[in-house]
């Protein structure tokens, strides 16, 4: 017998359709809040309250800050005027400026370098490093990843790499600042001033490492050079402390962390509070003797050197304080506007209803 052909049913896509459950369906339950004056009034003026406390509380401690500023720029104009030829970058040029304290201050103490017009935030700028170099990896046989990343501050001519390389590390602010104590016309005190422990410890234990050596630091960064900026090649920042050279040194850790505007800080050194000076500064005269090597005439900028104190907001900074207090008062007053309103709206209705 010849079978008969039975016509198969077309396969039909798989459906799209989602499962027939309550999430799927959005079928869960809701909850849906009421939004009644008795709920949103109380709520207005608590964070109002709160606000202007927090405000009010942030102000007080931030006008308990000490902080003096002692722009250098005009004052060592001599140094400044030497600087803009950069074939005197090794002559040497110091100058002294004097200033007084009225009133002492107390507790921990910050040195701060500030500069104006300076655009670290650049993006050219920015991205002008190698973060393999300043993780200790050795390129010295890989010269294109140094040119790729921070060229034109790269190598020298005669294929030497600089280390580190990039344009943020090139300019890196070089001035050497010692603050003096002056109790008298007769007496100088050299204040005690310490130069770690001042960046982040993610930089310095994480994000920054010395090349590995079986010799010394030199040994390490053999067959690089300084960069064309520098006095000082990287092993030799700090000749005091040899744990505080190379790429973990405090002074280059805080300078490659880029400022978001061209007027900023950096903390340059903190009060050792030993000696006479374990309750923090005295009032008096002081000077700062100054090492001028980091030019701003050329850019029209300005240098300061700032001092200043700390309470648990941090330093002199009153937009944080002002921003809570008039946060504060705007909700107050939008929750006296809408209880006005309510209070109408709710007489209004009762006589309607009467």
């Known amino acids: 017998m010849k079978s008969k052909n039975v016509s198969k049913a077309p396969q039909l896509p798989p459906s799209k359709r989602p499962d027939n459950s309550a999430a799927k369906q959005q079928r869960l339950p809701a909850w849906t809040p009421v939004l009644s004056a008795q709920a949103v009034l109380p709520s207005f003026f608590g964070i109002g309250i709160f606000c202007l406390i927090v405000g009010i509380c942030v102000i007080i401690s931030t006008t308990n ?84 990343k921070c060229a034109p501050f790269s190598m020298y001519s005669n294929g030497s790499i600089m280390a580190p390389c990039g344009a943020i590390a090139n300019s890196m602010f070089n001035d050497t600042i010692q603050l003096s104590y002056h109790p008298n016309a007769s007496t100088v005190i050299e204040v005690p001033l310490l130069k770690t422990g001042n960046s982040w410890w993610t930089d310095k234990n994480v994000k920054f490492r010395n090349p590995k050596s079986d010799g010394s630091l030199p040994q390490a960064f053999a067959g690089t050079s300084r960069p064309p900026y520098w006095q000082k090649p990287v092993y030799a920042l700090d000749t005091t402390d040899e744990h505080n050279n190379g790429y973990v040194n405090d002074d280059f850790l805080v300078w490659m962390r880029v400022a978001a505007f061209p007027t900023f800080r950096k903390l340059y050194r903190r009060l050792s509070r030993t000696r006479d000076f374990i309750e923090g500064l005295p009032k008096g005269n002081y000077s700062l003797n100054i090492s001028y090597n980091f030019p701003v005439s050329k850019f029209s900028g300005t240098k300061q050197v700032i001092l200043s104190t700390m309470t648990w907001c941090g330093g002199r900074n009153l937009f944080l304080g002002i921003a809570y207090t008039v946060s504060g008062a705007v909700t107050i007053l939008a929750a006296f506007v809408m209880l006005a309103i309510h209070l109408k709206l709710k007489k209004k209705f009762t006589y309607s209803n009467d």
């Open 65 to 148: 800050v000490r902080e003096i500023k002692i722009a250098y720029s005009d004052s060592c104009s001599n140094c400044s005027k030497l600087r803009e030829n950069s074939s005197n970058s090794e002559q040497e040029c110091k100058c002294a400026i004097h200033f007084s304290l009225r009133e002492s201050f107390q507790g921990d103490v910050f040195m701060y370098y500030g500069l104006s017009g300076f655009y670290q935030n650049h993006r050219r700028y920015v991205i002008s490093r190698s973060d393999q170099q300043l993780l200790g990896q050795n390129l010295t046989n890989n010269q294109q990843a140094i040119e790729s």
